[in-house]
């Protein structure tokens, strides 16, 4: 992935939240409907402007700290591949809830272009237990696939969690140790932005592109725009703000008109 220039003009990434897959608790029994829904929103998405899509097993909760189950990687596994085939824009994956070495497997065999890592570098109280750090199973799958193009985007101090590292800390490891292509800044938990002091600062000590990787809306998109490189929007984009519902295509048009206005001002 080409990251100085996919990052030059602040890319709004729009998440696909997949239904619950097969081999999670909530699984319906009809995959059909799962891709359906995944190929509806992904077009509600890329038609409606956003620059790329991120795509996460949002609906496997409560998750496992690795997914491990055969019928899960290889319904993600489809999904994703189905969805590659009809965008021309980048796509990266997100398996929750800290599958890091799984989704680069994934992203090296369907040709994805970047992952999403929970805790790359760090250790991570959970819900779903202690998540620990995968950045060596990352590395070490990069060099046996001999797959160096997929991009690593790695969350510091993450959402839902409680961090052993501190952030200065996280991010100076992420970027050195871990090797991460980016990093990203969030709220504490899903819809909500991170405190603007913290994306300044994580700005201000790294020497990668910082995403903001929760709670972006239109309303609050212009105090980020100088903190940031990048931003994963998910659930602004839903019907009613809902993160498990549906993709609103007027909700995507409204954001990107209002970004594409902000990359005129600063260019």
């Keep these: 992935m080409d990251i100085k220039g996919f990052f030059s003009k602040k890319p709004v990434i729009g998440v696909v939240h997949l239904p619950p897959l097969p081999g999670s608790p909530d699984y319906m029994g009809s995959f059909e409907d799962v891709l359906e829904r995944a190929v509806r929103d992904v077009k509600n998405l890329v038609e409606n402007g956003v620059d790329a899509i991120i795509v996460e097993n949002f609906m496997d909760t409560p998750y496992s700290i690795r997914v491990r189950n055969p019928e899960t990687i290889a319904a993600f596994s489809i999904i994703s591949w189905e969805l590659k085939k009809i965008v021309d824009c980048p796509i990266g994956l997100n398996l929750l809830r800290n599958s890091g070495p799984e989704a680069y497997a994934i992203a090296c065999i369907i040709n994805a272009d970047f992952i999403r890592v929970n805790a790359l570098v760090e250790h991570i109280w959970a819900p ?44 100076r490891e992420a970027i050195t140790r871990g090797k991460a292509d980016a990093v990203i ?43 940031a490189d990048g931003f994963i929007v998910g659930t602004y984009f839903k019907v009613k703000s809902i993160t498990t519902n549906p993709v609103d295509p007027s909700k995507v048009r409204r954001l990107m008109t209002l970004v594409n206005k902000l990359r005129k001002q600063g260019s």
């Design 128 to 171: 779903e237990g202690l998540l620990t750090p995968v950045a060596r199973e990352i590395m070490l799958k990069r060099r046996s696939l001999n797959c160096y193009d997929v991009a690593v985007f790695a969350d510091v101090n993450v959402k839902h969690g409680k961090p052993v590292m501190d952030l200065d800390m996280a991010v």
């Design 185 to 227: 800044v969030t709220g504490k938990h899903t819809g909500e932005p991170p405190d603007p002091s913290t994306a300044y600062y994580v700005k201000s000590i790294s020497d990668k592109p910082v995403v903001i990787g929760s709670g972006i809306t239109p309303d609050n998109i212009r105090l980020y725009w100088d903190l």
